[in-house]
């Protein structure tokens, strides 16, 4: 299975706005959903969008509702993630994965998005540091 590579990370203010990229030189990603996900060290990876890019449906975690957009550019065969109004707790490694289905869910209360047991590898991760 082929990793996708993401860039666009860095140090920004709270406040301020990044935008992720996510894309792959092996395959068609409009074939996939594609996942993006977030990690810091020492916890859980938290899935924090789904994008189909079958039928262009959208899911998003709670806690980056409202904040993050997810969108494809087929023709540069690319998934973003817009990140606005970026929190300190906002800050980690983000990666992207392809997926089978988007699958949004309720866990304790709050809407999160779930990689389904079929999720493709995680790539390498670009950090997001957010400065309160």
């Known amino acids: 299975q082929v990793q996708l590579v993401e860039s666009g990370g860095g140090l920004v203010q709270s406040g301020g706005s990044l935008r992720l990229s996510c894309t792959t030189s092996?395959?068609?990603?409009?074939?996939?959903?594609v996942v993006w996900s977030r990690q810091v060290p020492g916890k859980e990876r938290e899935g924090v969008s789904c994008?189909?890019?079958?039928?262009?449906?959208?899911y998003y975690s709670d806690s980056v509702k409202g904040r993050f957009t997810t969108s494809m550019d087929a023709a540069k065969n690319t998934v973003y993630l817009q990140m606005t109004g970026l929190k300190p707790e906002d800050t980690a490694i983000y990666s992207c994965?392809?997926?089978?289905?988007?699958?949004?869910?309720?866990?304790?209360?709050?809407?999160?998005?779930?990689?389904?047991?079929?999720?493709?590898?995680w790539g390498q991760g670009t950090q997001v540091t957010v400065a309160s």
């Open positions: 994965a392809t997926d089978i289905i988007c699958a949004w869910t309720v866990i304790a209360g709050r809407g999160v998005v779930l990689p389904s047991s079929q999720i493709g590898p």
């Open positions: 092996k395959f068609p990603l409009d074939e996939y959903a």
């Open positions: 994008i189909n890019n079958r039928d262009d449906t959208t």
